[in-house]
Nanobody, 123 residues
């Protein structure tokens, strides 16, 4: 069982930065691959980034490559999403998720989800 709690969302101007955090409970956090997804009103859930359990692999959606960075700290049971050069199209609810599977870009493969944190980018 894994429980996930996101934080760090908020309102930011275009071009700004935000760092999202996801705190995980459970002794086996280090065994889970972790991902970030986002969902804007009226749109499907979109893959943002993922990181393997060993942190030796990181993957990004095309729309955020070069602007976002995912990382994890297993000692703190946490995963982070550093977002830079934000644009209004990044506005969405951002979700942290955990999976045992290796196909990390499909939200259907994730076993546990956080409640989400709102990110709003103003133009």
């Amino acid at each position: 069982q894994v429980q996930l709690v996101e934080s760090g969302g908020g309102l930011v101007q275009a071009g700004g930065s935000l760092r999202l955090s996801c705190a995980a409970s459970g002794r086996t956090f280090s065994s889970w691959n972790m991902g970030w997804f986002r969902q804007a009103p009226g749109k499907e859930r979109e893959f943002v980034a993922a990181i393997t359990w060993s942190a030796n692999g990181a993957y990004y959606g095309d729309s955020v490559k070069g602007r976002f960075t995912i990382s994890r700290d297993s000692a703190k049971n946490a995963v982070y999403l550093q977002m830079s050069s934000l644009i209004p199209e990044d506005t969405a609810v951002y979700y942290c998720a955990a999976t045992i599977y290796t196909s990390l870009t499909y939200y259907q493969n994730y076993n546990y989800w956080g409640q989400g944190t709102q990110v709003t980018v103003s133009s």
